[in-house]
């Protein structure tokens, strides 16, 4: 007998970054599929780049959605920070056919996956074990710098939604101080994103190349990354010395701030390609000094996330309390995180 209300199942989700758009079907609970990534490049918006993945998966009745989004939200409108997408969530939804579609921050969502992930798609890098019942903290470089954290409560975690990557960057050291004038003289505030991204690479890199006398033409990250690891450029790799120790800094800091000790999980698209490299590098050591406070950040463990689709879990979790609680479309998922995660989210 028909209950009126839409199908359950499948759902869309959606991971979209500044370079790209993962979308996949989730066809039951905690069963992802037929997950696709389409460069966000190729399409005007989010709904011309989720019609075209439904059609090629040929997914011909979908009521439900959520998106992470590497972008703030606030309201309908949404214009984003690091891709020429400029779009209104309900016009995406009744573009769609959409009952339900739910923006939330990518790292939001992120952060929602971390107790799901498997001990398989971590690598530790230094620390002890996590103290059970404290903050967890994420921080990640990719086309832009997403941060987040998860905080314990009676019920289970709270996921933080902010624009972490955005705070201003302090330089450690004078060749630190050289780039930060390199990076100012050309955008005025220099913020860790500035820095931490694929474009930080390439501006930290065109840095040392003026710092050398050398005409300082950008590169490609991925270039940067391959010649720096594999020890063929000694500029690249020193670059990737800097970026990693800026990185540590920065992690260092957010596990001081949430008094993560639960652990702090490096997520992105841009350190997972330099594994290998990036375990031996300045990280570690960089994260733990802080001076009175470095016996505090010795025992936090970091965990590198290296599964390549870490946040739609975190989206379907979200999306499963969301229909739960408006009525029962069905029950969250035994093995979805615990419920939290409305702040910072657009309902439409």
Request: net charge neutral.
């Given at each position: 007998?028909?209950?009126?209300?839409?199908?359950?199942?499948?759902?869309?989700?959606?991971?979209i970054?500044?370079?790209?758009?993962?979308?996949?079907l989730?066809?039951?609970?905690?069963v992802?599929?037929?997950?696709?990534?389409?460069?966000?490049s190729?399409?005007?918006?989010?709904?011309?780049?989720?019609?075209?993945?439904?059609?090629?998966?040929?997914?011909?009745?979908?009521?439900?959605?959520?998106?992470?989004?590497?972008?703030?939200?606030n309201?309908?409108?949404?214009?984003?920070?690091?891709c020429h997408?400029?779009?209104s969530?309900?016009?995406?939804r009744?573009?769609?056919?959409?009952?339900?579609?739910?923006?939330?921050?990518d790292?939001?969502?992120?952060?929602?996956?971390?107790?799901?992930?498997?001990?398989?798609?971590?690598?530790?890098?230094?620390?002890?074990?996590?103290?059970?019942?404290?903050?967890?903290?994420?921080?990640g470089?990719?086309?832009?710098?997403?941060?987040?954290?998860?905080?314990?409560?009676?019920?289970?975690?709270?996921?933080?939604s902010?624009?972490?990557?955005?705070?201003?960057?302090?330089?450690?050291?004078?060749?630190?101080?050289?780039?930060?004038?390199?990076?100012?003289?050309?955008?005025?505030?220099?913020?860790n994103?500035?820095?931490?991204s694929?474009?930080?690479l390439?501006?930290?890199?065109?840095?040392?190349?003026?710092?050398?006398?050398?005409?300082?033409?950008?590169?490609?990250?991925?270039?940067?990354?391959?010649?720096?690891?594999?020890?063929?450029d000694?500029?690249?790799?020193?670059?990737?010395?800097?970026?990693?120790?800026?990185?540590?800094?920065a992690?260092?800091?957010?596990?001081?701030?949430?008094?993560?000790?639960?652990?702090?999980?490096?997520?992105?698209?841009?350190?997972?390609?330099?594994?290998?490299?990036?375990?031996q590098?300045?990280?570690?050591?960089?994260?733990?000094?802080?001076g009175?406070s470095?016996?505090?950040?010795?025992?936090?463990?970091?965990?590198?996330?290296?599964?390549?689709?870490?946040?739609?879990?975190?989206?379907?979790?979200?999306?499963?309390?969301?229909?739960?609680?408006?009525?029962?479309?069905?029950?969250?998922?035994a093995?979805?995180?615990?419920?939290?995660?409305?702040?910072?989210?657009?309902?439409?």
């Open positions: 007998m028909s209950t009126g209300l839409p199908e359950a199942w499948p759902r869309l989700l959606g991971d970054g500044g370079s790209n758009a993962r979308f996949a989730e066809t039951g609970p905690g992802i599929e037929d997950i696709l990534t389409l460069p966000t190729a399409y005007p918006g989010l709904a011309e780049a989720a019609a075209d993945y439904l059609a090629q998966v040929g997914a011909r009745r979908v009521a439900h959605a959520a998106i992470g989004i590497a972008n703030p939200l309201g309908d409108q949404v214009k984003m920070t690091n997408w400029s779009f969530i309900e016009t995406t009744r573009a769609l056919g959409l009952s339900t579609l739910l923006l939330l921050n790292f939001t969502a992120l952060a929602l996956a971390l107790p799901k992930l498997a001990p398989a798609q971590l690598l530790q890098v230094g620390g002890a074990a996590p103290r059970a019942g404290s903050p967890l903290a994420l921080i470089p990719g086309t832009g710098l997403g941060v987040s954290g998860l905080v314990p409560h009676a019920d289970g975690w709270t996921p933080l902010g624009e972490g990557g955005h705070v201003s960057f302090a330089p450690a050291d004078e060749r630190e101080i050289q780039i930060w004038r390199y990076a100012a003289a050309r955008f005025g505030h220099v913020s994103e500035r820095l931490l694929g474009p930080g390439a501006l930290i890199h065109q840095a040392l190349k003026a710092r050398d006398g050398e005409p300082d033409a950008a590169e490609e990250p991925a270039d940067i990354c391959a010649r720096g690891a594999s020890g063929r000694e500029r690249c790799r020193e670059t990737l010395e800097i970026f990693c120790g800026l990185l540590g800094s992690a260092g800091n957010l596990a001081l701030t949430l008094g993560a000790r639960g652990g702090v999980y490096i997520g992105g698209g841009i350190v997972p390609r330099i594994s290998g490299f990036f375990e590098s300045p990280f570690r050591r960089r994260f733990e000094d802080k009175r470095s016996a505090f950040l010795s025992d936090i463990p970091v965990y590198l996330i290296t599964s390549a689709y870490p946040a739609l879990p975190g989206v379907a979790a979200h999306l499963a309390t969301h229909l739960a609680a408006r009525g029962g479309v069905d029950p969250v998922p093995s979805a995180p615990p419920r939290g995660g409305s702040a910072g989210d657009m309902h439409a």
